[in-house]
């Protein structure tokens, strides 16, 4: 039977709604700090329930706390998103038209592209040919840094992809509207945007799954097609995963 | 379940000649019959649009404009407006521990306000936000002290003996008199206005109404009681107006 709601779920929101999105420890101690404060009781390492009692209020209103992960290093967050879009609504109140426009078009370019990341460079040209409103190259860059602080793109070496919050955000938008296009990871099912693709069938996996799927295997092969996996099998604990897409040399590969 | 499409939040629609400043005044017995001839579902769908609309501008700390609600929110629901803000607040409360409260009850504007207890070192935003309150509340804590108003020049000078200063780049604030004139003017934390007949022009600043809301006297002289290590009474007058504004 679901929980009442209480200050100690409020307190949790309003939180987790200025965060708008927040790791799995630091969403467990907020939700001990927002038990203690309220001097409610706190059920330890049961945050999905505390979650769901705020769900079931969130419904109606078409929010949800939700569970995702991090394509990055493979985290758990925690994100308020809205279910009711068939489009990026939530955004279309926050920004102008030719920057929505401009996040689209970012959109379009980050599918696309083989690894995940749009390039500064093809972001500020596509910035040139706006329908809605031109924008000089200045103003875009200071646009993308806006996005990137609201937490709907990441940058990393002057390239773009999308944030974990977007991706929790939009997935089913996404999936919706890149329907040939957007992969899913073979192994959680969930879309990806950065990810590891066999070179033969094409069969997507998310880096952080790769880790996990191959951590025991010592010649990994694609889990679709056998084929050998040429990728090296990005590490757990590293965090950083550029050169865990580096493709093994012919001679690392017969090392192994 | 079918969900009509959300309007685009920004800019008008065609032919909208409707004066969205007025809000029509109805007896209750009026504002019934309007119910009934709506159904409860778009009634709710309407409230859910309106919640939603509250929070992405608050989140942003912009206050929103009744304007703004008509026009872009209520639309031709018009003649159940009351009825509609009366249960997106209860939503608001139930659901998020948030109310509306109108800071110019002239022009009918609002702003979110928690009314769960407020609590010391409570962590809102852990990021450049935190940094940017703390900055707000040393200038809030100095227009205070200084009874209520200070001249832009004495602002300043205090902030540049924490080296803030408005014509360099702060490596964490960036431009910080944008910041302080432009972006804490705009979410009503700070009320700046010219002084008449000041050439070069000199400005007044004081506390904006949502300043005067999501904090009070007394904290901020528990502030900078805390930064002095003296009791709050230490400052006799600042004590009795926090005293009293309780």
């Known amino acids: 039977m679901a929980a009442q709601m209480s200050d100690a779920h409020r307190r949790f929101l309003q939180v987790l709604m200025s965060h708008g999105i927040m790791e799995g420890a630091e969403a467990r101690k907020l939700h001990r700090c927002c038990c203690e404060i309220s001097k409610a009781y706190y059920a330890q390492d049961k945050l999905d329930d505390f979650v769901s009692t705020i769900n079931n209020q969130l419904q109606p209103l078409f929010m949800q706390i939700r569970k995702g992960m991090s394509e990055v290093d493979g985290r758990t967050h925690y994100a308020l998103v809205n279910m009711a879009e068939t489009e ?29 990341f749009a390039s500064s460079t093809d ?68 879309l990806a945007i950065q990810s590891q693709a066999c070179e ?37 604990s590293r965090i950083d995963s550029q050169s865990s897409s580096r493709r093994v040399s012919r001679r690392e590969l017969q090392s192994l | 379940m079918s969900q009509r499409k959300r309007s685009r939040g920004s800019g008008l629609t065609q032919g909208d000649d409707e004066d969205f400043s007025v809000v029509p005044t109805q007896s209750p017995s009026q504002v019934q019959r309007n119910l009934e001839s709506r159904s409860q579902e778009e009634i709710n769908r309407k409230v859910t649009e309106l919640v939603q609309f509250l929070l992405v501008k608050d989140q942003k700390k ?26 997106a607040g209860r ?38 936000q935190t940094a940017k309150l703390g900055l707000l509340i040393v200038i809030l804590s100095f227009i205070f002290m200084k009874g209520n108003s200070a001249k832009d020049s004495a602002v300043w000078e205090f902030l540049r003996r924490l080296r803030v200063h408005p014509g360099e780049k702060h490596e964490v604030f960036g431009d910080v008199k944008k910041l302080v004139m432009e972006e804490f003017v705009r979410q009503k934390y700070l009320e700046i206005t010219p002084i008449p007949l000041t050439d070069p022009p000199e400005f007044n600043f004081q506390w904006g109404p949502r300043a ?27 004590y009795n107006e926090a005293k009293a504004n309780t």
């Open chain 2, 62 to 87: 912009i206050p929103i404009k009744r304007v703004d609600i008509l026009k872009k929110v209520i639309r031709e629901y018009k003649d159940v407006y009351s009825e509609i803000v009366n249960r």
């Open chain 1, 123 to 190: 972001i500020l040209n596509s910035a040139d040919q706006l329908k809605t409103k031109k924008m000089k190259k200045k103003e875009a860059e200071q646009v993308l840094k806006i996005f990137v602080d609201d937490k709907w793109l990441s940058e990393r070496n002057g390239e773009y992809t999308l944030h974990t919050r977007c991706i929790m955000e939009m997935e089913q938008y996404i999936l919706s509207t890149y329907p040939d296009i957007a992969k899913k990871c073979n192994i959680c099912h969930s």
């Open chain 2, 91 to 128: 939503t608001l409360q139930q659901v998020f521990g948030l109310q509306m409260v109108e800071i110019d009850t002239k022009h009918h504007i609002y702003i979110l306000t928690s009314t769960l207890p407020r609590v010391e070192g409570e962590n809102l935003k852990q990021d450049i």
């Open chain 1, 200 to 236: 033969t069938c094409g069969t997507g996996m998310h880096l952080p799954c790769v880790g996990k799927y191959f951590k025991t295997q010592s010649r990994p092969r694609c889990p679709q097609c056998n084929d050998f996996w040429p990728y090296e099998i990005p590490d757990r």
């Open chain 2, 212 to 238: 005067a809301k999501e904090t009070s006297k007394k904290d901020i002289l528990s502030f900078v009681a805390k930064m002095q290590k003296k009791e709050p009474s230490f400052w006799i007058s600042q």
């Open chain 1, 88 to 116: 990026i609504t939530k955004m279309a109140s926050d920004y102008a038209e030719n920057e929505l426009e401009l996040f689209r078009k970012t959109m379009d370019l980050i599918i696309l592209s083989e690894n995940g």
